[in-house]
């Protein structure tokens, strides 16, 4: 499991904002996809100095969802003629971003370039154009954003909840590489306890 940091992620979009200038590709709308999408996405309309800026959710279990990827809050502005820029945070199967693809040129865009943080090259049927990291196929990816509701599941799934503060701090870093400050894991726990 791989922890990502947020000056890793502001590298890493800064990175891929150079690979767009250097590629000399004019952006007029970014598209962001919900909800993962949604932070890299308005880090790279800043740093591009891009206002136009919409954002589709889309519904997709990676593996268990045979039916692909579901749009379930579109763009309804006609984007006829537009250079699009379509950002999400990773192409794991490829799906996601063709329906996105394929919803935006629907709507008249002239030309789309997509973006993630991370490709996995081994199980994506599409290339991203502009992506700074390749993972494998089984890595799991944990961004800032995300790192919270990441420990809230594997503190419920490993049933540790009830054990002192200190031994679940001691299962996340050993079982996970996971290191936690005492208060802000006593507040987790307090947020699960209201969840159950």
């Known amino acids: ?106 709507l008249g865009a002239r030309e789309i370039r997509t973006v993630v943080i991370y490709y996995n090259e081994a199980l994506s049927t599409l290339i991203p154009d502009y992506y700074v990291n390749i993972k494998g196929k089984d890595d799991a990816i944990v961004y800032p954003w995300r790192k919270y509701g990441v420990l809230l599941h594997l503190i419920k799934k490993e049933g540790i909840n009830k054990k002192s503060d200190e031994h679940i701090r001691l299962i996340l870093k050993d079982k996970y590489g996971i290191n936690i400050k005492l208060n802000d894991l006593k507040i987790l726990l307090e947020i699960e306890k209201n969840m159950s």
Do not use: Y
């Not at 992620?9 to 993962?36: E, H, P, W, Y």
């Not at 268990?64 to 950002?87: D, P, Y």
């Open 1 to 106: 499991m791989k922890i990502v940091s947020w000056d890793e992620i502001n590298t890493m979009c800064l990175d891929i904002s150079g690979q767009i200038l250097k590629s000399r590709f004019k952006v007029d709308v970014i598209i962001a996809i919900g909800r993962d999408g949604l932070i890299p996405s308005r880090m790279i309309s800043n740093l591009l100095q891009i206002h136009e800026f919409f954002v589709v959710i889309v519904k997709h279990d990676v593996f268990n969802n045979k039916k692909g990827a579901t749009i379930t809050q579109s763009v309804s502005k006609n984007l006829h003629g537009k250079n699009v820029l379509i950002i999400d945070d990773a192409v794991e199967t490829g799906k996601t971003l063709e329906k996105v693809t394929n919803h935006i040129l629907e």
